[in-house]
């Protein structure tokens, strides 16, 4: 089975650039989590979604950074303009929630950003 | 609110030794407990989950991890560790209800040397 789907898997940038990152969960899982993972800070939730619908977008570090799901079966992340402190590896992952809270999240290979 | 805490940043060790990391948390109502490995650039992998039931879990590879409800802990083991267990390893907790949302713990890095 295919697992989740993270697309570029490296990007480098200039400051200023426009990025979106894409995701591609797996099939049949309705939640969808955006992650950032950094030395100094770790592993954080940025946004995550039920049904296509944003649940919790507080882990959002600005005006800067968006996220959208326009169906089950993609969503991307977008910072605009990109800073070089958003350097780090973005991960996207996914669930099945038809059973509670006890399914894991499968992720992604992630997404190095580069910010120069 | 809910915490994770993994008490060990790093924790080296010899190639075939037993290992332990360690993980503590704090939430006032049930939880899940999850411990997810991180190879060299790639996402998170499920070890193995703590829903219910018997507090020993075995998980992939290997690896166990206790519930120990009084202490509120969630150790991870492995009576025997080789050289591709050298990985960084996550902690995790989800709260009984549907969100699925996880609260993960900083990490531990396995350093396993021959």
């Known amino acids: 089975d295919a697992g989740v789907i993270q697309s570029p898997r490296h990007e480098v940038t200039e400051m200023g650039q426009e990025v979106t990152l894409r995701c591609k969960p797996i099939?049949?899982?309705?939640?969808l989590f955006w992650y950032r993972q950094t030395m100094m800070r770790g592993l954080e939730l940025l946004i995550y979604?039920?049904?296509?619908?944003?649940?919790?977008d507080s882990g959002m570090p600005e005006d800067r950074f968006s996220a959208k799901m326009p169906n089950a079966s993609f969503s991307t992340l977008k910072i605009q303009p990109s800073e070089p402190r958003d350097s780090a590896v973005y991960f996207c992952?996914?669930?099945?929630?038809?059973?509670?809270?006890?399914?894991?999240?499968?992720f992604g290979d992630g997404t190095r950003l580069s910010i120069l | 609110a809910q915490s994770v805490t993994q008490l060990d940043s790093q924790v080296p060790v010899f190639e075939e030794a037993p290992v332990e990391l360690r993980c503590n948390y704090s939430?006032?109502?049930?939880?899940?407990l999850f411990w997810y490995v991180q190879y060299p650039n790639q996402g998170l992998q499920l070890l193995l989950k703590?829903?219910?039931?018997?507090?020993l879990v075995k998980g992939i590879n290997g690896f166990e991890a206790e519930f120990n409800k009084s202490q509120t802990s969630f150790h991870l083991r492995k009576p025997s560790v080789h050289i591709s267990d050298t990985a960084e390893y996550f902690c995790?907790?989800?709260?009984?209800?549907?969100?699925?949302?996880?609260?993960f713990g900083q990490g531990t890095t396995l350093q396993v040397k021959p």
């Open positions: 992952a996914s669930r099945s929630n038809t059973q509670g809270g006890n399914q894991p999240q499968h």
């Open positions: 099939s049949g899982h309705n939640s």
């Open positions: 979604f039920n049904n296509n619908v944003p649940i919790d």
């Open positions: 939430s006032s109502v049930s939880v899940y």
């Open positions: 703590y829903l219910s039931g018997s507090t």
């Open positions: 995790a907790v989800s709260l009984s209800g549907n969100t699925g949302k996880l609260i």
